[in-house]
């Protein structure tokens, strides 16, 4: 009677040991995947941040698209088949002019009215070939 009750908890205690093991390399395995985590969203705050910056960017750009695309539409096809030190040259003098056109005023400019002065500019420059 006795060694029975005995070998009973000999067995319960083999049982227990090993629940106790498997639930302590579920411990290890939850801190692991807490750490992971925890990194995990760490890096994606940051990545927050530069998207939200990179929105913002792309939102000032594409207020100036329409008129990009026309400026640059133009100097490919009227500056392309000059040598690229020609090319250079043209493109600094329609920045000078501009500048010169635009003046301090410009921040008082939408930038439709900087790509029509932009076009203008072009046009006296002697970019532009205009029939």
Not at 6 to 21: I, P
């Amino acid at each position: 009677m006795l060694l029975d009750r005995l070998a009973t908890m000999e067995a319960e205690l083999v049982a227990n040991t090993a629940k106790k093991q498997g639930l302590e390399s579920d411990i290890k395995l939850c801190e692991t995947k807490l750490t992971r985590a925890e990194a995990l969203i760490g890096g994606l705050g940051g990545e927050k941040t530069r998207w939200a910056a990179a929105e913002a960017r792309l939102g000032e750009l594409q207020v100036n698209l329409i008129g990009d695309m026309l400026v640059a539409g133009g100097i490919i096809a009227y500056l392309g088949p000059f040598t690229p030190l020609f090319r250079q040259r043209l493109v600094g003098e329609f920045v000078h002019a501009t500048a010169e056109q635009v003046g301090a005023g410009a921040a008082q400019l939408s930038p439709c009215r900087v790509r029509v002065v932009d076009c203008c500019v072009l046009m006296r420059v002697g970019c532009f070939i205009i029939c």
